[in-house]
């Protein structure tokens, strides 16, 4: 993804929510917290999960998948706890009024 794109509306998120979207053929999960939207590869590294139905702690800034547990840091996509050992892609955010757009990799 070379330039922003608007993906969701601020109001379809609601303060600690998640919401996954779908951006040129990439599934993104959208972390809320607060006024600021945080964006990784929403498919767990590990294997087949969505990160956004796993537990999001905006507290730490992390998600833990559904399926075994791995932590995901969802500012630099690093992972904290194993079994994944791969990154998640982190995309970087714009917030503007009530439009959420999310640009390149970080
Ligand atoms: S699928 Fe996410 S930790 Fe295994």
Redesign the pocket.
């Known amino acids: 993804m070379r330039d922003f794109k608007e993906v969701a509306h601020l109001d379809e998120v609601p303060d600690g929510a998640t919401k996954q979207v779908a951006v040129d053929g990439e599934l993104i999960g959208l972390f809320r917290d607060g006024d600021d939207v945080y964006a990784i590869g929403d498919v ?6 969505y990160l956004t139905e796993g537990e999001w702690e905006p507290d730490e800034l992390e998600v833990e ?6 932590r995901f840091d969802v500012e630099t996509g690093s992972v904290r706890i194993l ?2 050992t791969k990154p998640a892609r982190s995309y970087q955010v714009r917030v503007e009024g009530n439009s959420i757009s999310v640009g390149p990799r970080k």
């Open positions: 767990c590294t590990h294997q087949e999960a998948c559904p399926l075994h547990g791995s079994p994944a």
